[in-house]
């Protein structure tokens, strides 16, 4: 049946994680490989005692082998299809196809969806595809095949975001470009709150999906409440607390463009509304001496470590920022404070976090652990796949 595979074998001991179904196998797991083997490839995963363990796509690096099957069937084009359409039909019972209020949602969520490698974010009829492997690269024309034929009308165009994605060890290079139809329209629906997205130039695939759920919790909190939200990429926190009855928000970030955006958001939704000012500043620099003027700050950086031989420094980077918040804000001050790093565990985060209350000597307690929403649903036997790990703390 697969022939014209080639055949891995792990050494001894090394398939337990593989039985308990976790799709990766790690370069060093590797006894011997039978056969050439391209990066993209498909190949046939076996224990030393000749059990099959699954099916999946080689490339060069620690993460060696993404498995897409534990069983043994071939990857064809039907094979994809089931996949996305399972993950068109999770979504749809979730309520997010039809909604009317909110047009914009993550439709494949990698290993979450037993899709390793690969992420789907839908706005408003495009959906913005962007390849963590090279096996899913090499499938894009079969995947936005069976995209179409599982939305249908629902589907304007696909965009493929991934020149910066695709693991940079490999001879291809990626292109971002329209791979079916085209858009005309960038702005989408959020809890009825209006979003220019641009998935041409912005991070990511234009717009961070992730922190919907949480973005309506700061919106509950806001009401006559000084709102600081760093590290504001396009806004998302600031709308939401001006729409709770925040008396000011300041959004600033280190992007020009992305403040360029965030006005522009603000104006879609609240055209001459003086409570808001957005400014550029680097996020430490601007924690330095911020006086006691907020009492609601939102902390949501980029990911301080995308590789475990950065976590040790991301680690103080989220301490010491977080230190910063906690001597500053204002008493009675909520503060919400974020890490999207896949590396670094619930456990570590809420380690600096403490550290940095601890540094302070505030009065700190939780109100509420926040994670990423259903339309990122974490694989039970992949927890690297819950990644967003959140807490909103109140500080006396």
């Not at 697969?2 to 337990?16: A, I, M, P, W």
């Not at 976790?22 to 224990?47: Q, R």
């Not at 999946?56 to 071939?74: C, D, L, M, N, P």
């Not at 999906?209 to 998302?236: A, H, P, W």
């Amino acid at each position: 049946m697969f022939e014209n595979y080639t055949r891995v074998v792990l050494k001894s001991g090394k398939d337990q994680s593989l039985k308990r179904f976790h799709p990766w196998v790690f370069s060093g797991a590797i006894k011997k490989m039978y056969g050439a083997v391209n990066e993209g490839d498909l190949v046939t995963v076996y224990s030393n005692k000749d059990e099959f363990l699954g099916i999946g796509h080689y490339q060069i690096g620690s993460i060696a082998i993404r498995i897409v099957s534990f069983k043994e069937v071939t990857p064809d084009y039907n094979f994809w299809k089931s996949k996305i359409e399972s993950a068109w039909n999770l979504r749809k019972k979730l309520g997010y196809t039809e909604n009317k209020e909110t047009n914009v949602f993550r439709l494949v969520h990698a290993e979450g969806d037993g899709m390793p490698g690969l992420i789907i974010d839908y706005y408003n009829g495009t959906a913005v595809m962007q390849m963590h492997s090279i096996g899913m690269y090499l499938i894009r024309e079969e995947l936005v095949k069976a995209l179409q034929e599982v939305m249908g009308e629902k589907l304007k165009a696909v965009y493929n975001k991934s020149s910066k994605t695709v693991p940079f060890k490999s001879d291809i290079k990626a292109e971002d470009e329209y791979l079916f139809g085209n858009s005309s329209s960038n702005e989408v629906l959020e809890y009825g709150l209006k979003f220019k997205v641009d998935w041409e130039r912005g991070q990511k695939t234009g717009f961070f999906i992730d922190q919907r759920e949480n973005r309506l919790l700061v919106q509950k909190y806001s009401e006559n409440r000084d709102v600081l939200n760093m590290f504001c990429y396009t806004g998302g926190f600031s709308f939401y607390a001006m729409k709770g009855g925040a008396n000011r928000v300041h959004s600033v970030d280190a992007s020009a463009k992305a403040i360029d955006l965030t006005n522009e958001n603000v104006e879609l939704n609240f055209p001459e509304d003086n409570r808001h000012e957005a400014m550029v500043a680097d996020g430490f620099e601007y924690l330095k001496d911020i006086q006691e003027k907020y009492d609601l700050i939102i902390l949501d950086p980029p990911a301080f470590a995308k590789h475990r031989n950065t976590l040790p420094q991301a680690l103080k980077g989220y301490k010491r920022i977080n230190t910063r918040a906690f001597e500053q804000i204002r008493k009675g001050g909520i503060l919400f404070t974020f890490s999207c790093s896949q590396v670094v565990s619930k456990e570590k985060f809420r380690e600096a976090v403490f550290s940095a209350a601890a540094i302070s000597g505030r009065n700190v307690r939780i109100l509420h652990q926040l994670n990423q929403p259903t339309d990122h649903p974490v694989n039970i036997y992949h927890p690297e796949s819950e990644y967003l790990k959140g807490l909103v703390l109140f500080v006396e």
